[in-house]
């Protein structure tokens, strides 16, 4: 793998997006039917945060160590979400996303364009990268 090529090279440009004010059943029904496992958080074209299916893990642990079941349809992805994810800028490098994905032990990555969501690289991408 050229470690010096641009992301913009190996980007996924379509994103499925969800509000903060969606509820944790949209997530759910998104995570059912795609084969994805990382949504961002927007408002308009601005990132607000990021998703994983590990993160719904840890919502029905919560619960289930309080001894209650989540009332999914008022949890939204604004509380489970991780605010002000780490970015990568397109014109960065997939060596400095591949050691920002080691360092940081996380499985994506939104890519801006300037201030402006681009798309998302996963560390499955980069995988894909390195055996094409």
Request: charged share 25%.
């Given at each position: 793998?050229?470690?010096?090529?641009?992301?913009k090279?190996?980007?996924?440009?379509?994103?499925?997006?969800?509000?903060?004010?969606?509820?944790?059943?949209?997530?759910?029904?998104?995570?059912?039917?795609?084969?994805?496992?990382?949504?961002?958080?927007?408002?308009?074209?601005?990132?607000?945060?990021?998703?994983?299916?590990?993160?719904?893990?840890?919502?029905?642990?919560?619960?289930?160590?309080?001894?209650?079941?989540?009332?999914?349809?008022?949890?939204?992805?604004?509380?489970?979400?991780?605010?002000?994810?780490?970015?990568?800028?397109?014109?960065?490098?997939?060596?400095?996303?591949?050691?920002?994905?080691?360092?940081?032990?996380?499985?994506?990555?939104?890519?801006?364009?300037?201030?402006?969501?681009?798309?998302?690289?996963?560390?499955?991408d980069?995988?894909?990268?390195?055996?094409?």
């Amino acid at each position: 793998m050229n470690t010096e090529k641009s992301i913009k090279s190996i980007l996924t440009t379509k994103i499925l997006a969800i509000a903060p004010d969606d509820t944790m059943l949209k997530i759910e029904e998104i995570f059912d039917t795609f084969p994805i496992h990382h949504i961002l958080v927007t408002v308009g074209n601005e990132l607000k945060g990021i998703i994983s299916k590990h993160d719904v893990l840890h919502v029905y642990q919560y619960h289930a160590d309080q001894g209650q079941v989540p009332d999914r349809s008022k949890i939204t992805a604004g509380d489970i979400m991780t605010e002000d994810p780490i970015t990568l800028d397109v014109d960065d490098t997939l060596g400095l996303a591949a050691d920002i994905f080691l360092s940081n032990k996380i499985h994506s990555i939104p890519i801006l364009n300037g201030f402006e969501l681009a798309g998302i690289i996963t560390n499955h991408d980069l995988m894909k990268e390195c055996f094409k």
